[in-house]
């Protein structure tokens, strides 16, 4: 797979690191931002400079994704992660960072998803019953096509979180296509697009990218050291291979859509199947 896709997106790439200017704020639909509810930043301390360095990167609003089920199937329920981002809220205004943090989650597959939805035991993104943030297990295939089904019968669609990174994932881009045809939508990890995660990823990362069927960027940060945020980098990375409306939209008119319960625009009609 080749690291520099062909434009054969909407836009033009004419745009350049030089030249393109980030119009408004990012909204940033998958961060691990909360202080010791999962592997985050442990400390407030360590949560206010995550913070900070998120609005240094340009990011205006955050969905905090603590995650939910799997190894974390006992804690992180939805009446907890509302508590910790109301409090969240209330110490970054008292600090004078101007950062709004909103409720979701970054849920582990699990067939009892539908069910714990309706218990009010995990979230969705921006707490608005319109989007749910998947996690796929790295060392397993699981097909979700049923989950899909059951969720839209609830209104609720999935947002498959960094499939980029996924390496089973990768090697079946059918299983992709069909999700998309049950209106799942993929997020890519940002830092996936500048190469942090290895070269694979960073291939797949930008193929997806090129073939449209990617709806979101997010900087799935954790922390300063080996999960930062680098929303801003990537903005001008994707504007420069894929224009500026492009990056827009991923970067900024998506996660917004997200975090007010709208539709999302896709980039291009899945009128194919992608072949990547």
């Known amino acids: ?8 997106l909407a836009g033009t790439n004419e745009d350049s690191y030089e030249s393109t200017e ?7 639909a998958h961060c691990h931002c909360l202080p010791a509810l999962d592997d985050g930043p442990p400390t407030n301390i360590e949560a206010f400079a995550l913070a900070r ?12 994704t603590p995650h939910q089920l799997g190894r974390f199937s006992d804690c992180n329920e939805a009446s907890q992660i509302r508590q910790a981002v109301s409090d969240f809220n209330e110490q970054l205004n008292h600090n004078d960072i101007p950062l709004n943090i909103m409720p ?3 849920v582990r597959v699990d067939e009892r998803i539908c069910q714990l939805i309706e218990q009010d035991k995990i979230l969705t993104l921006a707490d608005n019953r319109r989007y749910l943030l998947i996690e796929l297990p790295h060392e397993i295939f ?10 839209a019968s609830m209104g609720i669609q999935a947002i498959v979180s960094h499939p980029e990174r996924h390496p089973i994932l990768v090697r079946k881009p059918h299983v ?3 999700w998309l045809d049950h209106s799942a939508h993929l997020q890519i990890t940002a830092g996936s697009l500048l190469g942090n995660f290895g ?10 990218l090129n073939s449209g069927v990617v709806s979101i960027v997010a900087t799935d940060a954790h922390n300063l050291r080996s999960r930062k945020p680098c929303m801003t980098e990537t903005f001008l990375a994707i504007s420069t291979q894929l224009g500026q409306n492009v990056a827009e939209l991923l970067c900024i008119k998506n996660p917004a859509r997200i975090s007010n319960g709208q539709d999302i625009e896709v980039v291009s009609p899945h009128k194919q199947k992608v072949t990547w």
């Open 53 to 64: 360095a998120l609005v240094a990167d340009g990011i205006t609003t955050v969905i905090a």
């Open 22 to 28: 980030i119009r408004q704020g990012f909204v940033d």
């Open 104 to 106: 979701g989650g970054d």
């Open 142 to 151: 699981i097909d979700i096509d049923s989950l899909l089904t059951d969720l």
């Open 176 to 178: 992709l296509s069909k």
């Open 199 to 208: 070269s694979n990823a960073k291939d797949a990362a930008w193929n997806y």
């Open 1 to 8: 797979m080749a690291t520099h896709p062909n434009n054969n």
